[in-house]
């Protein structure tokens, strides 16, 4: 049960939304978000133990989450950390303004005028902030999960527990989509552009890695964003798409044996 799940022993959870402003998200509406963030503070404190080390941190928008979520409000003042993290603070503002304003997502949602830029530039964040907080800690496995991991499958969120116990050195632990051609089911064609056709193999819903292995990884991650924005005639993509160009660069990055719950 979701409510039973644990992780492994000096495990560093990390909990992660940045918010936008009402009516920019097409994907998800704040409604979504606040559903997500309550269940996951519902039941993030059953995994966290300080005496085997297993802690928790909230990054990104903690003082909205705090004012609109009041089970993650009690989790800040108890259990776990937060700390705010502005969309102005995020990395990749270059990349933001290197992706076409027109982009739809992957599957298709039509944005407003830019907006899908702004969404990517949170999702891509992602990666540089659990590495940010795992170089702190070289030698622990920090995981890091969606706010709305419990919104879709509850299974993710005992995957994604699941996961630092099996962590392989070296690697990035990111769940495979099951279905790969679940998207070329929708259209070969990605975010409303003929010439973007790559489709992704990564669900990144959760991502664990050690913070030892993380100049390697980012260093493939920032090549990576470089090659996709070098793309003229795309210039659309999101995070999913950087990791999947990483797995087709050095298949060496990633853990390959964990597959998504979907």
């Not at 739809?104 to 944005?111: D, E, L, Q, V």
């Not at 509850?154 to 690697?171: E, H, K, M, N, Y």
């Not at 990605?190 to 100049?215: E, I, Q, S, W, Y």
Request: proline content about 6%.
């Amino acid at each position: 049960a979701v409510e039973d799940a644990r992780t492994a022993p000096d495990t560093q959870l990390l909990l992660y939304y940045v918010h936008m402003p009402a009516g920019t998200n097409k994907k998800h509406n704040d409604s979504h978000y606040i559903r997500g963030l309550d269940r996951v503070c519902r039941v993030l404190p059953n995994a966290l133990d300080p005496d085997r080390n297993v802690t928790a941190t909230f990054l990104g928008s903690a003082d909205w989450v705090r004012e609109h979520v009041p089970s993650c409000a009690a989790l800040f003042d108890g259990k776990a950390r937060a700390r705010e993290v502005p969309m102005e603070e995020l990395r990749y503002a270059e990349v933001e303004r290197a992706i076409s304003p027109s982009c739809r997502s992957k599957t298709g949602i039509i944005f407003d005028y830019g907006d899908f830029a702004s969404l990517v530039r949170i999702w891509l964040n992602k990666l540089s902030l659990l590495c940010e907080a795992a170089e702190a800690s070289p030698d622990t496995v920090t995981l890091l999960m969606d706010a709305n991991i419990l919104e879709f499958e509850p299974l993710d969120f005992v995957q994604a527990l699941s996961t630092p116990s099996r962590l392989a050195a070296g690697a990035l632990a990111v769940p495979r989509y099951r279905f790969l051609t679940q998207f070329n089911m929708w259209s070969k064609t990605k975010f409303g552009n003929p010439a973007c056709t790559t489709t992704p193999m990564f669900r990144a819903k959760h991502l664990a890695v050690r913070g030892r292995d993380c100049p390697r990884i980012m260093a493939a991650y920032h090549d990576a964003i470089q090659g996709l924005c070098a793309d003229t005639a795309c210039r659309c993509f999101d995070e999913e798409i950087v990791l999947t160009k990483m797995g087709a660069m050095d298949p060496s990055l990633f853990q390959w044996d964990i597959e998504s719950v979907i």
